[in-house]
């Protein structure tokens, strides 16, 4: 037989031309209705099998088309589908005339068996017609025709509400596959959760943010979500309070756990799915990773607070350099007055004892003011090449009363110690600060050890030590065998008004002090501590590498009196320039005395004698000492300069270090070091 073969798949094609062809038959294809219609338009042939479900035009048109063709109806029509297999397909492929309905795939022998039937029924009928027809007949074909009209009405319809399914399919099957990409491709993590705490469902993003290689390992892993994945259960069932109670969530905050079990921050918003009966089903939300922003946030609190920190620090050093300015000038005449007062009176006069207690005081307090300035690196230093040990040496004495009979001071130098350019005072202070802390730290008996030593450190070796510098440094240390201290308070420690010591026994300024004046000398601090094991504390100092040679040990020597030079005097403090115009005179010394720069340069150039030596306040209202020492040389070059003040300005001094060749006295000051400053700089 010559056979039409309709499948819009060319592989099934080629299977049944196959079969058929092994069976003897003539075989030909289309790939849809309208190609076999063709096809059947020049006639030869005597079977057609075809698929349903095919572009242009589907099998359902064209069987109905062939059945309702006087010229084709008598080919023998097979429906073979693999896509419409339902009872109603079946029933309806028959009513609009095909002659078998048969489901792929089908065994060979009963496709084969099939057509053989087929076309024998089509022999008979072909057969029966060829033989003429009766009265009976021709009223039964007119019977038939009404009823293949009436049959193409229903198949009609049955067309249009296969169309209206078919659109309704396409409907569901584009928004499934819309929500699948969605799903998929989320760049958020999606989830749906049992109340119990089970994950049903989550996305490949959801599954990659916790760490798991694919969703069947996440969900047959994480079982109990309230101890695998919420780092904290209390966030878990407040999470739960609110979902319940409102019926959704918005951006939830919490730490959760990956995998590895590192803490991870998301946003979760979620919503109660409920059931027809109003119970929870389940829930459904979507997760936000939140780490970068977090640890942005912790910067940024971080910045904050180093920046209050040094807003604290600039507004205390502002403070401070405004108490000095006006304190230093104050202490500077109780010292002068109560030196001149003790030149007047005999030593073993009671009164005498009161003076000399009233200049230690004030001593004391010009102390205090040197830490504030300290401090805030406010203090004007003079730099000069030291060797700790020496220094050091200078101070046991002092160090032994600071710290009390019970403490055992232990001091270890190095020898060939290398040098080390600083104001010597500030060692002072390094060791009188770290001495009473350690002090403080010994409840009873103890020891507290100082040593010193060369210490060289490579790039390599600060790579793995935190704070260090490379280069050359010479190591000032002090060890207590005390309480020792914990991570938090060693975290703190440098800031100040910070203290561990009760109410009314520390300013919190000490440490703080110590830090400001090893970061102006370019040093570092390291410390080392543990509750109950005692603190070291080693101070950093670069290493000299200048030809100066180290400072000796200065004689005590007596206040130089003056020839009668010609001194002009300006400070803006009345009772200080008094003070100084006194001291002065008692040395020998002629003096001129103004209020402020402007009456010094009108005092200058009304006097006709020579004036050898300015002493001048850095800061006053209508000039400063900077501006009118370099406006009074232009007046007199040989004049010399000494400048004075309670601290410095950056118009004179840079990081408070003294621009070289300029001299400086700090208020207060004694009658004794005013007599060797002016000597030294007349001289």
């Not at 309230?226 to 409102?246: C, M």
């Not at 590192?262 to 946003?267: H, R, Y």
């Not at 005498?352 to 040197?370: K, N, V, Y």
Request: proline residues 4%; negative net charge.
């Amino acid at each position: 037989m010559n056979i039409l073969i309709v499948d819009d798949h060319e592989d099934n094609r080629y299977l049944l031309q196959t079969l058929l062809k092994t069976g003897g038959h003539t075989v030909q294809s289309a790939a849809n209705g309208a190609e076999a219609l063709e096809i059947l338009q020049a006639g030869g042939i005597e079977l057609i099998v075809s698929d349903i479900l095919m572009p242009v035009m589907d099998g359902f048109q064209l069987c109905r088309k062939v059945k309702t063709d006087d010229a084709l109806r008598h080919i023998p029509f097979i429906v073979y589908t693999a896509t419409y297999t339902g009872s109603k397909d079946e029933e309806f492929a028959l009513k609009i005339g095909a002659d078998r309905f048969i489901q792929k795939p089908c065994e060979p022998e009963v496709f084969m068996a099939a057509v053989k039937e087929v076309t024998a029924d089509a022999k008979r009928c072909c057969d029966t017609r060829a033989g003429g027809t009766t009265p009976e007949e021709e009223v039964l074909q007119l019977y038939n025709e009404r009823l293949v009209r009436k049959l193409e009405q229903k198949m009609l319809q049955a067309e249009r509400e296969i169309e209206a399914r078919r659109a309704v399919e396409s409907s569901l099957w584009k928004s499934k596959e819309k929500y699948r990409r969605f799903f998929e491709n989320s760049m958020v993590g999606i989830f749906q959760s049992t109340p119990e705490g089970r994950f049903l469902n989550v996305n490949p993003t959801f599954v990659r943010m916790l760490g798991y290689g694919t969703v069947e390992e996440l969900l047959s892993s994480v079982t109990d979500i309230d101890t695998q994945y919420w780092a904290h259960v209390e966030d878990r069932q407040r999470f739960q309070q609110i979902l319940e109670k409102q019926g959704y969530v918005e951006n939830f905050e919490f730490e959760a756990r990956r995998k590895d079990g590192v803490p991870l921050w998301v946003s979760n918003s979620a919503r109660v799915c409920r059931g027809e009966d109003g119970s929870i089903q389940c829930y459904e939300g979507i997760v936000l990773d939140i780490g970068e922003r977090k640890r942005n946030e912790a910067e940024r609190e971080k910045l904050q607070a180093q920046l209050l920190q040094s807003q604290k620090m600039e507004s205390v050093g502002r403070l401070a350099g405004g108490v000095a300015h006006d304190f230093n000038n104050m202490l500077g005449v109780i010292i002068g007055y109560a030196e001149l007062a003790m030149e007047k009176v005999d030593p073993g006069h009671p009164l005498f004892g009161d003076l000399d207690e009233i200049l230690a005081a004030a001593h004391r307090s010009a102390g205090i003011t040197r830490q504030l300035l300290a401090f805030a690196r406010q203090q004007v230093i003079s730099p000069q090449v030291i060797n700790l040990n020496h220094t050091v040496d200078d101070m046991l004495k002092m160090l032994g009363r600071l710290i009390g009979e019970d403490i055992d001071l232990c001091w270890q130098p190095q020898s060939e110690l290398w040098p080390v350019m600083m104001d010597p005072v500030q060692i002072d202070q390094i060791l009188a600060n770290l001495c009473v802390n350690a002090r403080d730290a010994i409840q009873g008996v103890g020891k507290i050890t100082i040593e010193t030593g060369n210490m060289a450190f490579n790039r390599a070796y600060c790579d793995h030590h935190a704070g260090f510098v490379p280069g050359d440094f010479v190591r000032l240390a002090v060890s207590d065998d005390g309480c020792g201290m914990d991570h938090e308070t060693l975290g703190k420690l440098f800031e100040p008004f910070f203290t561990t010591k009760p109410a009314g026994k520390g300013t919190g300024l000490g440490l703080a002090t110590v830090f400001g004046i090893v970061k102006q000398n370019d040093g570092f601090i390291n410390v080392y501590s543990e509750p109950g094991q005692g603190t070291t504390f080693k101070v950093y100092l670069p290493r000299h590498t200048g030809q100066d040679a180290p400072a000796g040990v200065q004689p005590v020597i007596e206040a130089p009196l003056g020839s009668g030079e010609t001194v002009l005097l300006v400070e803006d403090e009345v009772a200080m320039l008094k003070l100084g115009r006194m001291m002065l005179e008692s040395l020998g010394y002629r003096v001129l005395t103004a209020e402020g720069g402007t009456e010094a340069l009108a005092l200058a150039a009304a006097h006709e004698g020579e004036i050898r030596l300015l002493i001048s306040d850095l800061v006053m209202p209508d000039m400063n000492g900077k501006d009118l020492a370099e406006r009074l040389r232009g007046q007199r070059p040989k004049i010399k300069i000494l400048f004075m003040s309670g601290y410095t300005i950056e118009a004179i001094a840079h990081r408070g270090v003294l621009d070289h060749g300029i001299h400086f006295i700090q208020k207060p000051f004694s009658r004794r070091e005013l007599a060797q400053k002016v000597a030294e700089v007349l001289n």
